[in-house]
């Protein structure tokens, strides 16, 4: 006869099954958020003083949102958690917890900054309570129920950089580029105020992604911290 496994064995063959399970539901939230987002404005009825830009430039900056960013890195590491909750080699670690950083900020700058000023309706409503609301919650209580830890440490939390980094090197290249004409003057098309150039000038634009990036650091130092001191995850 084979002997049945041991309650610890078992007990790691759930936790892997429930964390699959989790990573599987979050992949899809955070694919719903981003799908659902493209399908508004690629279904909208646009007029010349409501967007001065055609469709695929309209698709293109909705790519360019940080926001899009996160979801889509949650998105893709969540669906390779799915198949293995267990993954944890160096670059995937990076990618993961960038992933969890930049999601994290997403949820926490739209409900503090964005939230009290925006009340979107209908569908642009629920594509924002995904974008913003359920893929961080989800994705970061996934981390927190299953893990994959211990992953990170602060070489880990150096190398996220990078993405943060390319983000900002890319806005900043791609919107000189972006122009439309309003009152009279040559404007460009920046995702967000904090670096719009146009607006704030160059030197105050860098300004503030420094603090962005002191903040993104001060959540990252906070996971790091958690991955240490929670216990290890998925058991077995």
Known sequence: MMASASPAAAEGIDAALWARRWHAATCVVGAFGVV???????????????????????????????????????TGVAFLLARNPRRRRPVFSVVHLASLIMIAVTGVVYAVVLAPIWDPTGWQRVADQALHY?????????????????????????????????WLAYTLIRSPFISYAQGGETRHWYPYHFINVDDLGHGRSLLNAAGFFL????????FCFLDRRLAPAPPG
């Open 134 to 166: 359920a893929t961080p919650l989800i994705a970061v209580a996934g981390y927190l129920l299953f893990g994959p830890r211990p992953s990170f440490s602060l070489r880990t939390l150096g190398l996220t950089l990078v993405i943060p980094l390319s």
């Open 215 to 222: 903040f993104f650091l001060a959540i990252g130092g906070l």
């Open 36 to 74: 659902s987002q493209l399908w508004i404005v690629a279904t909208q009825t646009v007029t010349p003083q409501l967007s001065p830009f055609s469709l695929p430039i309209r698709l293109w900056n909705v790519l360019s949102y940080f926001t899009i960013w996160s979801n889509i890195i949650v």
